[in-house]
């Protein structure tokens, strides 16, 4: 037992200052910038799930004007991490709410298990601050206690919560939450739904539906329609955006899960290939864990600079 | 953006058919491609460069035999491989041999379906194996978590634990192992919190909750999505608790599932079972071959032909094979086969599951896609008489007028449906000649006719 704690820590203790040398020896050591280290590169982007292609583009794009420059580790990041900061720039908008919409409609949709439930807690606890006033509506009759989990945001976050019994139609519970909603005042009101992969064309058709109904109210609703990403998500996540903007014509992201190992790079690819906007990231299971996306800081995390 | 495995394998396969043997230079181009199509399919980068160099030891100098091409040498052996670091053929039980009550605990992070899994695995459980099972929910974390595996477990009709409010995760496992010796369980199955990899305090809980429970499976639950961080995860989780085995979840969805490769690698555990649904029915075992040729983009011509039994019509179906093999397919058929691909979901959905299905996809192009386009070509059949139905040959610019207008259509439409109808009858004949066998190992690629539009 003893043994195995000591030698653990040796083993820790080891581990990190090879880290730390490693580290050093990046800072001071200058690097001619070859073909060789140019694929070293690449191969980072590939592993921070970038993709094969976008990874090559950016390299390419990244070779033409540094290669052969004598550079240190740090500094080769940090022009990377420019160069990838230069593709996201565009995307980084945040969800502007229109107060005057009483109350502006946001369909929070996704794949099952990225965070739209947990987002939703989130964005309430923002306008709450704001002094704006947002009602949950727990959208997602089909999972088990996922209406339970919305009402708890809804009693953490103060926020008023619309639900119907559990396997009742959703799109009906989205409408008489809008009238609920117009009638008591409210500015935003933010509809969860159920996951779904966007394969399943019945399950995205069902979707549709929640617009369609939102609309014999208000035939500007929703005013936005979030799709919730998994940062953990490899390059499926180009195929979810693209079936999702389709169907329900997404018009932003929250990537969620930051906080952990996972780096998001399926972000930068989204941004080349979709252009749509990016609004916040998620870095926690808690209600203040929503940040807004900033790409110099996002594209520092994903090559490590 | 979207060029499917297949397609990019096909390429390679296409210039190597007409070389001579396995030499160094042929095998490494061809590996070049296979790296890029692991790595789009997701196999994380370090288990790709593993898979590469065994590939190409065993490929290199090897004998072309007989009538086989270089091209379908490598193929084979790509497959092979894959399949071997699968976990080789056929399925890994889970292992329940141990004193009762047996624990199992359910690891991964936030949101890959431990809590359903748990769900089903204990209604396999019960139903099929006639096990008393104990569901508990070991998490505090996540907001109704807890009452979340218990209305599962009404569903499943089994057992769980009851709740008590403000016990740590630790406290509810001894508690639910206590519960289980008591009252005779057979197996406890414990669902924890989601956990990320990186963090420190709740990978030293889930330790000392695998320590204080002794599991015989500690399942890592692993989204078949999940891109090279694959790699973190298993490790993490692997050196935190001993994973025993892999569950990968969504395997209902069209990921190419290169985190199954990546998993089973790092943590050498088997992968023992896939979720391929959100009901409590929707478990499985592990097929390594049926996977690999998914991850390779061959297709999963086992899951296609398992979900077409499913939802098509049998009699349907086996009139059409019949009239498909004596050649008398007409347009009454065909509406007849939109209508069962209908029913089967999205065409592309379908055609992901095919072989050589990347090449038909890129061909058909967006607009083929579309279930409206299905539904619109189904009402320009339905406005056909019996007799243009039966030999759409007398279809000519009147009748196509008239055709058109009772299905509110453009002439154009028609056309292009009649011309679709043609392709198709020529596609049926070439598999009539091709045979199933042949069908398999070319895929639909070989159906297709040369620089045209197949449908
Ligand atoms: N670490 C972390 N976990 C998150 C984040 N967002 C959501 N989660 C967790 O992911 C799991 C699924 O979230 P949920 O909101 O229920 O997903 P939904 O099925 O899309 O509604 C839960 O355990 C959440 O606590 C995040 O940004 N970081
Ligand atoms: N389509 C599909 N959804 C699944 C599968 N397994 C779980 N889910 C869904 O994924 C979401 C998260 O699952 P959950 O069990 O709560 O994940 P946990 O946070 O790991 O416990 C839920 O919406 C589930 O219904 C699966 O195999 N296929
Ligand atoms: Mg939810
Ligand atoms: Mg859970």
Redo the contacts with the bound molecule.
């Keep these: 037992m003893a043994l195995g704690f000591f030698s653990r820590l040796k083993e820790g203790l080891s581990r990190s200052t090879q880290k730390l040398t490693q580290g050093l020896g990046a800072v001071f050591t200058r690097r001619k910038l070859d073909d060789a280290a140019l694929e070293e590169l690449e191969e980072l982007l590939i592993g921070a799930d970038l993709g094969t292609a976008v990874a090559a583009r950016v390299i390419a794009s990244f070779r033409r004007t540094r290669f052969g420059k004598e550079v240190t580790d740090t500094e080769i990041k940090s022009a990377l991490a420019e160069e990838i900061a230069a593709i996201l720039a565009p995307v980084a908008r945040p969800l502007v709410i229109d107060p005057a919409l009483k109350p502006h409609v946001v369909l929070?949709v996704?794949?099952?298990?990225?965070?739209?439930?947990?987002?939703?807690?989130?964005l309430a606890k923002t306008y709450q601050e704001q002094g704006l006033r947002p009602m949950l509506v727990a959208g997602?009759t089909f999972?088990a206690a996922?209406v339970e989990?919305l009402q708890v945001w809804g009693q953490r976050t103060g926020a008023p919560v619309a639900s119907a019994p559990a396997n009742s139609d959703a799109a009906g519970l989205a409408f008489d939450a809008l009238a609920r909603a117009r009638a008591e005042d409210i500015d935003v009101l933010l509809v969860?739904t159920?996951?779904r992969l966007h394969n399943k064309a019945a399950l995205m058709e069902e979707l549709r539906k929640i617009i369609r109904v939102l609309k014999k109210q208000d035939p500007t609703a929703p005013h936005s329609v979030l799709l919730?990403l998994?940062?953990t998500t490899g390059q499926n996540a180009l195929q979810q955006v693209n079936v999702f903007k389709d169907m329900v014509d997404v018009t932003g992201l929250v990537v969620?899960?930051?906080?952990?190992s996972a780096r998001g790079g399926i972000v930068v690819a989204l941004a080349e290939e979709f252009a749509i906007p990016v609004h916040a990231?998620?870095?926690?299971?808690q209600a203040g864990?929503?940040r807004p996306f900033d790409p110099q800081e996002f594209a520092r995390g994903l090559v490590g600079a | 953006m979207f060029e499917a495995l297949s397609s990019k394998l096909s390429g390679v396969f296409d210039r190597l058919r007409t070389r001579g043997a396995l030499n160094e230079t042929d095998v490494m181009e061809a590996l070049r491609e296979v790296r890029l199509a692991l790595l789009d399919a997701d196999v994380a980068l370090p288990v790709v460069r593993d898979f590469i160099a065994k590939v190409r030891d065993r490929a290199i100098g090897q004998e072309v035999i007989g009538s086989v091409s270089p091209g379908q040498q490598v193929v084979k052996i790509v497959n092979d491989v894959m399949i071997e670091a699968l976990g080789g053929a056929g399925a890994e039980p889970l292992n329940l041999v141990a004193v009762p009550p047996v624990p199992i605990l359910m690891v991964g992070?936030?949101?890959s379906g431990k809590t359903t899994t748990s769900g089903k695995l204990a209604m396999r459980l019960a139903k099929r194996d006639r096990k008393k099972v104990l569901l508990a929910s070991l998490?505090t974390?996540?907001?109704a978590?807890q009452l979340q595996l218990q209305q599962l477990a009404e569903r499943a009709g089994v057992a769980s634990l009851p709740i008590v409010p403000g016990q740590t995760p630790l406290q509810i496992a001894a508690r639910a192992m206590e519960t289980a010796r008591r009252e005779v369980y057979d197996v406890v199955i414990l669902d924890t919190?989601?956990?990320?990899s990186i963090?420190e305090a709740l990978m030293d809980e889930v330790r000392q909750i695998r320590a204080a429970t002794n599991p015989a499976e500690t399942l890592l639950v692993v989204d078949a999505m999940t891109g090279q961080d694959a790699v973190n995860t298993a490790k993490a989780f692997n050196d935190a608790v001993g994973v025993t085995g892999i569950v990968l979840t969504r395997m209902d969805g069209d990921a190419r599932g290169g985190a199954a490769l990546s998993m089973r690698a790092i943590t050498g555990a088997p992968i023992k079972l896939t979720g391929s649904g959100e009901k409590l029915d929707a478990l499985e075992d592990f097929h390594p071959e049926r996977v690999a040729g998914r991850i390779l983009g061959m297709g999963d011509v086992v899951g296609l032909v398992e979900k077409a039994s499913e939802v098509i019509d049998q009699e349907e179906a086996e009139k059409l094979a019949r009239k498909m093999a004596k050649g008398t397919f007409d347009l009454d058929d065909f509406a007849n086969q939109l209508k069962q691909i209908t029913k089967m979901g999205s065409l592309s959905s379908i055609l992901g599951m095919l072989p050589g299905a990347g090449k038909l996809k890129a061909q058909l192009g967006d607009a083929n896609i579309d279930p409206k386009l299905l539904g619109r070509q189904a009402a320009i059949i339905s406005s056909m008489t019996m007799k243009e139905r039966r030999a759409p040959d007398i279809i000519k610019a009147s009748r196509k007028k008239r055709i058109a207008a009772g299905a509110g259509v453009t002439v154009q439409d028609v056309n292009r449906l009649l011309k679709q109808f043609d392709d198709m009858s020529t596609m049926m004949k070439r598999m009539n000649k091709l045979g199933q066998k042949g069908l398999m190992r070319q895929g639909l690629g070989a159906l297709m006719p040369q620089g045209r539009r197949p449908y």
């Design positions: 929070v996704g794949v099952n298990g990225t965070g739209k439930t947990t987002t939703i807690g989130k997602d999972r996922a989990q969860d159920a996951g919730v998994d940062a969620t899960k930051l906080d952990g990231v998620g870095v926690g299971e864990d929503l | 992070l936030q949101g998490d974390q996540r907001p978590a919190a989601g956990r990320l963090d």
